[in-house]
């Protein structure tokens, strides 16, 4: 067996004027909450993989939100057995942070990914968020 294969991603951090982030609970997991993220398709950049993945998860663009550039470095974490697929044992995440323009966005869930919406403070979310993904939460949020 050879070493563990790590996809890259994105995770997108969208905080308001309280600097609370827009959190989503996951549609097959209800109470787990987390973070718009996805992988880096090739010849994209991350950066384009962050507007992406936060426009078909979210229904967010560059009307509602703007990106104030990549925060906490890369993250990584092993997925349990029962998610892995394949070769591919886990992720490693370079995180973006976006700010609203206007407080009153209204997210659209994808319904696929995501079927709630709310806004929460950071630590909060990392309560909320699976294990597994909890520490590069608290390293990049700052709480923990």
Request: net charge negative.
């Amino acid at each position: 067996m050879g070493a563990p294969r790590f996809r890259a991603g994105v995770i997108v951090a969208v905080r308001d004027s309280r600097d609370r982030v827009l959190a989503f609970e996951r549609c097959d997991t209800a109470g787990a909450w987390q973070l718009p993220q996805g992988g880096i398709d090739a010849g994209e950049t991350a950066l384009h993989a962050a507007w992406r993945e936060l426009g078909e998860e979210t229904g967010l663009g560059p009307d509602q939100v703007v990106c104030e550039g990549s925060i906490g470095g890369w993250t990584v974490y092993e997925l349990p057995e029962q998610f892995r697929r394949g070769d591919v044992w886990g992720q490693a995440h370079l995180w973006f942070g976006f700010r609203v323009v206007d407080d009153n966005i209204e997210p659209v869930c994808d319904g696929t990914e995501f079927g709630a919406w709310r806004w929460m403070n950071a630590a909060d979310l990392i309560d909320q968020v699976v294990e597994f993904r909890r520490p590069g939460y608290q390293q990049v949020l700052g709480h923990g």
